[in-house]
């Protein structure tokens, strides 16, 4: 019986199993590999550190649902991966071999890349469910303390959504606590402008963003390299197109959070031939790493390079639609290749969004991601908070069923005109 791992059960690795066992029946072992049995829904991340939701809401023990899927769950964690040998150590000195490897370690946060910087420094961090249960902590000394604020994404970061998303949560948050008038908030970005969101836009993410921040009274610094975080001060230069200084800013902070670069995790990075320097997993676009054939790789953990030059370096988001194709792309070739062909399935990597703002939100879809665009849509409204509650609940659903994909999601995509997997090629 072939044996396939997939290592890492977060928003792309659970129903990557899942989808495995879907679209291979019972003719295969599936061992999914992750730090703990549960799964956490880090969208809502931002919403645990101002109180919306607590950890129970948005998370999901996963042992019901591989055992009904015939999954085994080793929630040891994996120590390294060794590729040459089909083995994956684990943490606790056992070891896993496998036919095909399918790797969805998603991100390590790179806060040591910069001074003062992290949840164990003088910043806070919403990446992580523990991060955003302390952010909450920090949100409440915020409250009964106000002072000034500062939230934005570093330089190398990639994931921009979320950091707008928060700036407009806390606002919210806030508001409602009747504190904001006492919080200055400035929005500070590596992109190049408002709204770039690592993908040179999308519609007008630009104008609807400025927009929006200036209608919350979120000043805001672009090309910005953060050099220092303090507990009171956050200290970033503002770049020149030319890559020289323009201005220094210290900015007075008394909460800060900001989104970290990120790079591959340490069980699966400076593997020759497997990951790029950064440690992201390199896949083409079959999502099969090109030396080790075996091995596919989907979400945050896949190299994918930047869209252009910036004076400050921003990466491309991987969004969970995106990432959501890659898996059926993945699923559709490992059958292949055990079935003895080619594998032929490519994601269509379509960035589609939905960024809540707290009370409303923006929606965009950039189809393909990189321009020019196909579909190049953004948009605002109310019912993209609804809509974000809707992604929410039904992806923990799905978790918790063991589902990849239940039909009537399956009808509401091609009722948008927005498909997983791009038609088939039959190229090499
Ligand atoms: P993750 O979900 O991070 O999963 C990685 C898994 O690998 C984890 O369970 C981890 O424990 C496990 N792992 C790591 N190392 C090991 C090891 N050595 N052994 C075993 N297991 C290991 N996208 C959207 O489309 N919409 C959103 O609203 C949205 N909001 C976001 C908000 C935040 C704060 C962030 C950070 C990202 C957001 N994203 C959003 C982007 C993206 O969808 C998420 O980051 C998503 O969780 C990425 O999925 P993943 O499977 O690649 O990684």
Known sequence: MQKIAVLGAGLGGTIMAYELRDRLGKEVEIHLINKGSTYSFVPSNPWVAVGWRGREEIEVDLRPACAKRSITLHPQGALRLQPSENRIDMADGTSLDYDYL???????????????????????????????????????????????????????????????????????????????????????????????????????????????LRSKHIKWVTNARVKKFDADKVTAEEMNDDGTVKTTHEIASAYTMMLPAFRGVAAIRDIEGLTNPRGFILADRHQQNPTFPNIFSVGVC??????????????????????????????????????????????????????????????FVAQPQLPPRNVNWSSQGKWVHAAKIGFEKYFLYKVKLGKSEPFYEKLALQALGIDKLKSVTFDT
């Open 102 to 212: 399918v790797i969805a370690t998603g991100p390590e946060l790179a806060f040591d890349e910069i001074e003062g910087f992290g949840p164990e420094a003088h910043t806070q961090s919403v990446c992580h469910i523990e991060h955003a249960l302390a952010a909450k902590q920090a949100f409440d000394r915020l409250v009964a303390n106000p002072g000034p604020v500062v939230i934005g994404a570093v330089q190398g970061a990639s994931c921009f959504g979320p950091a707008y998303e928060f700036a407009f949560i806390l606002d919210k948050a806030l508001r409602d606590a009747k504190v904001r008038d006492r919080v200055p908030m400035t929005f500070v970005t590596s992109e190049p402008y408002i709204g770039h969101l690592g993908l040179d836009g999308v519609g007008d993410t630009k104008g609807l963003l400025e927009s929006a």
């Open 302 to 363: 896949v190299a994918i390079p930047p869209l252009g030059k910036t004076a400050v370096p921003v990466g491309v988001p991987k969004t969970g639609f995106m990432i959501e194709s890659m898996v059926t792309a993945t699923a559709h070739n490992i059958a292949a290749l055990i079935n003895g062909e080619k594998p032929d399935a490519q994601g269509t990597w379509n960035a589609v969004c939905l960024a809540d703002l707290g009370d409303g939100g923006i929606a």
